[in-house]
């Protein structure tokens, strides 16, 4: 590590682009947090989700609130193919909304799947969901699937700390068990109480912060010495 615990060479010769490839080889879960606006998590998750262009195509899953699906749509369109195969999104509202949902073209809005039931039912759907995603895959490939989950802050503000915080685990657990990349935001300044609870469920804690009107990001890594520099945010697409 250089002074200051920012990234250099450790006795290891270990590297953040290979901690980097690392999580990609394996299922992995991200921490995202910083005191910056949605919008600017919603830009650094459509980074994680995956390149428009990338062969195969990732199948994406965007678990957001109600309040936010737009910005939900929005990221799927940016990062891939919106067919069933290969997009979802999770939001929360009215069930026949959902039906009018399901008979969007795919083209068009990707399926959706509208949960107004208990956190129980959040995590059902979620199952499903990546379910369906094996079966189109056959086998999911290593970082072949990629969740990003927004439900945090509003988790905790419905139901506490300790469900959010078990209710997150299994989400971790069924995205490693997928061999997926996850992330989840918590719109949270990295030394603040609630970002220490969390942190030992990732393998990562990723801070964002605006620096002259760019989105940059800072990576923490939880079981290597190693903290980046700070790094524009579509520098790791």
């Known amino acids: 590590m250089v002074a200051g615990g920012e990234m250099g060479p450790d006795d290891e010769g270990i590297s953040f682009a290979h901690a980097l490839a690392t999580l990609k080889e394996q299922g992995s879960a991200l ?4 005191s910056v606006p949605e919008e ?3 830009q650094a998750s459509a980074t994680m989700l995956g390149a428009p262009d990338a062969e195969p195509p990732r199948r994406r899953l965007v678990v957001t609130p109600k309040s936010n699906r737009e910005r939900g749509v929005r990221r799927l369109r940016e990062t891939g193919p919106l067919s069933a195969e290969y997009a979802r999104l999770i939001t929360g509202g009215e069930r026949a909304r959902s039906a009018a949902a ?4 795919d083209e068009v809005s990707p399926r959706t799947h509208v949960v107004d039931g208990s956190v129980g039912d959040l ?4 199952t499903d969901v990546i379910e369906e995603f094996e079966l189109f895959a056959g086998e999911l490939a ?4 990629r969740m990003a989950f927004d439900c945090l802050p509003t988790l905790l503000a419905t139901y506490g700390r300790e469900t ?7 989400v971790v657990s069924q995205s490693r068990a ?3 990349l996850v992330h989840v935001g918590l719109p949270r ?5 609630v970002v220490r609870l969390f942190q030992p469920l990732f393998d990562a804690t990723v801070e964002l912060r605006i620096d002259g009107g760019s989105l940059d990001q800072r990576w923490h890594f939880r079981d290597r010495d190693l903290t980046s520099d700070w790094l524009p945010v579509d520098e790791l697409s």
């Open 40 to 42: 600017m998590f919603a």
């Open 102 to 105: 399901g008979r969007s073209l």
């Open 189 to 193: 300044d990295v030394t603040a109480e």
């Open 164 to 170: 959010a915080f078990r209710f997150v685990h299994a």
């Open 178 to 180: 997928a061999a997926g």
């Open 31 to 34: 921490l995202v947090v910083g």
């Open 142 to 145: 290593p970082a072949e699937f």
């Open 123 to 126: 995590g059902t759907t979620i």
